[in-house]
């Protein structure tokens, strides 16, 4: 079992920034592929970002390319998202994900714990 608890969410102006935390704890944290997702109001959960095992590939959503890097520090058991140039549409609730799959790790169904998400809301 995995336990991940986000954190550093909250309102911006539109063009700021933000940086969330995934603490994760109960198992071998580098032993697992992390994401980031998030989901609006209305509409279908989507993946933001996502990390495999020891950092060493990365994927993002088509709508934060160039503006979200996220990383790992398997030191501090911890996934983080830097947001940057954020905007208005980019408000949502931002959750946590791990998974013990290998590959491509891009998909919701990929992912086998979660965490309870962090509201992120960017006002224009």
């Known amino acids: 079992q995995v336990q991940l608890v986000e954190s550093g969410g909250g309102l911006v102006q539109a063009g700021g920034s933000l940086r969330l935390s995934c603490a994760a704890s109960?198992?071998?944290?580098?032993?697992?592929?992390m994401g980031w997702f998030r989901q609006a109001p209305g509409k279908e959960r989507e993946l933001v970002a996502a990390?495999?095992?020891?950092?060493?590939?990365?994927y993002y959503g088509d709508s934060v390319k160039g503006r979200f890097s996220i990383s790992r520090d398997d030191a501090k058991n911890t996934v983080y998202l830097q947001m940057n140039s954020l905007k208005p549409e980019d408000t949502a609730v931002y959750y946590c994900?791990?998974?013990?799959?290998?590959?491509?790790?891009?998909?919701?169904?990929?992912?086998?714990?979660w965490g309870q998400g962090t509201q992120v809301t960017v006002s224009s």
């Open positions: 994900a791990a998974t013990r799959a290998i590959g491509r790790i891009t998909t919701q169904r990929a992912y086998d714990y």
């Open positions: 109960g198992r071998t944290f580098s032993n697992y592929g």
């Open positions: 990390v495999v095992r020891r950092g060493v590939s990365t």
